[in-house]
């Protein structure tokens, strides 16, 4: 196999397992048997809008046809199949889970601290004394709260970040939803959790509901309830609760009240939370709908949570992909950053190399040129002096002694001299001559 192919192989496998994480959690279920092309190509179009980055890079048809090939494997229905075909989505190292684990424990310490803020300036929880029950209708729990406590909450409040056109690396380990899915989850979690109350009460205390007027399940805060449970479960009749949960989750009752109560600050006061955090506010939201011996309610919750659940397993593979990728961009990144600093060395030590040898050069030929230049020197110096001025000489004397034989021309000369003067026919050293000769036959 050559590398070309090899590589092709290498791509091919990357967008099968690109392909089986983004959608694993859309064909699931009834959604796994399908095999035809045209309900595969409904199902990708009807959450096209999400996945417009992977449409755009794989294109529509190849998406069909992966999904087709998955479907057909079986990868979607088994989880087992899934391992077989990509193991590395499943192996889920130490230090990733460890991470996963503290980034869940960082947030959740956040909102617990969000909730004890809550609690301490409004309805306090106290397991051990029964709080007041009100004698008029107080707010709907459904209702969004104020702006005062919005604003009083806000501040400490744990905000995921938001990384589109972020220079700054995305956190892979906690899995949160986006806020519509949390909160359409926990109000209606919250709101079946008060028509389990309401239901147990209008059964087993008629009396109660009637003296303290309220008319509907809404009309009573959860956390209310939630404050009377346990001492309604010590005071009350045996079959009031179901007595097999109150007994095997007794030690665990307090913290499935204080889930409960989170989940209802979560909703009311907009509280952000991590997928697992809320899972775990369903599951304890489903024990306490057993406990007031509603199990069709009880099933709702449970569903909740299963289904929930699923699409937190779902992401957890999406992320370990994602995580598996980032993990090899940021090798092939930090070795081409290494090979390129050792350019980057390389050409520092290249050019300061040529500018020394540049330099080198420039020495040489200056010093070679100054010798030259001092040589030179040398040379004119060690010439014999005055013989400039001995040739000057001779011409003088020669001068002087043809003015001597021409003094006794007298007029023919200074006549000669005049007329060489005034045609410009002469030299100026004849010139001169002449006028030297007839300053003499002046004298």
């Known amino acids: 196999m050559d590398a070309s192919t090899s590589h092709t192989k290498l791509q091919k496998t990357a967008d099968l397992r690109r392909v089986y994480t983004s959608y694993r959690a859309v064909f699931n279920g009834p959604n796994a048997k399908i095999r035809r092309v045209k309900p595969i190509t409904s199902l990708i179009e009807k959450f096209a809008s999400p996945m417009r980055n992977l449409l755009k890079d794989l294109g529509k048809d190849n ?24 193991p590395e989505l499943f192996n889920d190292s130490t230090a990733r889970n460890m991470n996963r684990a503290a980034s869940e424990f960082s947030i959740k310490c956040s909102t617990d601290e969000a909730v004890r803020r809550i609690e301490s300036e409004g309805d306090y929880f106290n397991f051990n004394q029964p709080g007041p029950l009100p004698s008029v209708a107080v707010r709907p729990a459904t209702e969004t709260a104020s702006q005062q406590d ?54 087993r205390m008629p009396t109660f509901i009637n003296r303290s007027s309220w008319d509907c399940p809404a009309a009573i805060e959860l956390t209310t309830w939630l404050k009377q449970i346990p001492h309604w479960v010590k005071v009350l009749s045996p079959d009031a609760f179901q007595r097999d949960i109150v007994e095997a989750h007794e030690a665990r009752l307090q913290q499935v009240l204080a889930d409960a109560t989170r989940l209802r600050h979560t909703a009311v006061h907009r509280l952000p939370t991590t997928a697992r ?24 919750l449970e569903n909740l949570h299963l289904e929930l659940e699923r699409h937190i397993r779902s992401m957890e593979l999406s992320k370990n992909a994602l995580d598996n990728q980032l993990g090899e961009g940021l090798g092939e990144i930090l070795g081409q950053r290494a090979e390129l600093e050792l350019k980057e060395r390389q050409l520092y030590m290249r050019i300061a190399q040529e500018d020394e040898s540049n330099m ?3 020495g040489q030929l200056l010093q070679e040129s100054v010798q030259k230049i001092i040589s030179g020197e040398i040379d004119t110096e060690s010439n014999e002096p005055g013989s400039d001025i001995t040739m000057s ?51």
């Open 360 to 362: 080198s050069l420039t």
């Open 150 to 203: 919005i604003q009083n909450h806000l501040e400490p409040m744990v905000c995921f970040p938001c990384f589109p056109g972020s220079t700054k690396p995305p956190t892979l380990y906690t899995i949160s939803l986006p806020y519509s899915a949390q909160h359409m989850i926990v109000t209606h979690a919250q709101r079946i959790l008060e028509e389990c109350f309401w239901d147990w009460a209008k059964s």
């Open 63 to 86: 998406v069909v046809a992966m999904i087709k090939t998955l479907l057909e494997l079986g990868v979607f229905e088994s989880e087992q199949k899934a391992n077989i075909k990509f």
């Open 393 to 443: 000489g001779k011409s003088d004397t020669e001068d002087t002694t043809v003015g001597s034989e021409d003094a006794g021309k007298g007029g023919d000369v200074q006549t000669v001299g005049h007329d060489s003067h005034r045609e410009g026919c002469s030299t100026a050293t004849n010139s001169l001559s002449y006028e030297k000769v007839d300053s003499g036959q002046g004298l």
């Open 277 to 300: 955090g809320l899972d775990t506010m369903l599951v304890s939201s489903a024990k306490l709908a057993n406990l007031l011996w509603d199990p069709l309610r009880a099933g709702l």
